[in-house]
């Protein structure tokens, strides 16, 4: 368990982060740990100094955050002191909300997309340059106590309540749930994640700051059931407000999509965020719905395509290349022949000599 609290000042950093802005005044600190942010496309001047100020609000529950941008402001280590809550689970839990929120505001103000990047808890702040730091998703199945797993079946159990509007069962759900644990304190913040990927499975936009308003972390660290369920009941009027709006948007919408247009130029993080969802948490809704993942969906729409106009034998190679969404033409030669096991002229070939067959 880190249960670290020196009385730590800004000389404890390496004299290269100077950067990082950590002040002169003496603050107790559980854990540090880093984020790294890296943008779409690098930022200008103008939204780095954006970045900059909404970074103290984003991490304001976990506690303090200091940071430091690489030269080219391509990506920015976030240096986050944990000196709200000393337990390791509160300390976990917090990054989490805390990270949901920052690619939130980094959406919502830059129209931008970006991968986060999170390390473990380590205690001595001059280790922060040598922390690995590892996707979210995974970073959050190596420190939470409930397997992916039991947090799949958990989030399926709730979404069923969700999904047929039963806001009301869903806390006694939960207490089901907990019924006989011997760790409660520690089972109900790592449950915090999975009851809030299950209302974003049916309402993906919702905000992680309005979803989890009435969650009390205080409550959380002395009473963890009550808070759990309570936060839980609390959402009851946020769904309803939310089921009575217009329809939650869901994968199939980006399968149509998809499917009308395969030559535009998608990626899995454009199609996340269209949806208000983390780019980590749509990859396992797109691969738990289709049973295959966002690449291979979209490299098979794209052959359909191409199978259909090299049919028509109507346009050049490098017009088919392009119309699929491909302006590399000899890329999608290799593509084409992984896909289909022949070349786009054999292929071409084949089907003129099976339409010569059945004329014949």
Known sequence: MNNYSPEVSGTALPAQAASLCVPESRFPVHAWRVMEWQPESAFSAEQAACFSDILPDVFSLAGRCFHVFSSGRDRCFILLAHTT?????????????????????????????????????????????TQDCIPMSDWWNSVSPITPGEAHRYRDLLHAYIRRRRFNHAAGC?????????????????????????????????????????????LLTHRPEEALTSWLSSCSGLLEDASSAAPAHDIEDVLNVILQNPALPYTQERMAHSLG????????????????????????????????????????????????????????????????????GAYVSQQQAASDSRES
């Open 174 to 218: 939960v207490r089901g749930i907990l019924r006989g644990r011997e760790d409660p304190g520690v089972f109900c913040a790592a449950f915090v994640p999975v009851a809030a990927e299950a209302i974003w499975h049916q309402y993906p936009g919702i905000p992680v700051s309005r979803l989890t308003e009435d969650l009390s972390m205080d």
């Open 85 to 129: 809550y000393a337990a390791p689970v509160h300390c976990d839990l917090t990054a989490w909300l805390c990270a949901h929120t920052l690619i939130e505001r980094c959406h919502k103000e830059f129209r931008g997309e970006g991968t986060l990047r999170i390390s473990g808890a380590f205690n001595e702040p001059e280790r922060w340059k």
């Open 277 to 344: 969802l983390s780019p980590t948490y749509f990859c396992r809704l797109f691969h738990e719905q289709t049973g295959e993942t966002f690449s291979v969906f979209l490299t098979s729409a794209r052959m359909q395509l191409a199978r259909k106009l090299l049919k028509e034998d109507r346009y050049s190679l490098q017009e088919v290349a392009e119309m699929c969404g491909y302006p590399n033409k000899s890329y999608f030669c290799k593509v084409f022949h992984k896909y289909v096991h022949l070349s786009p």
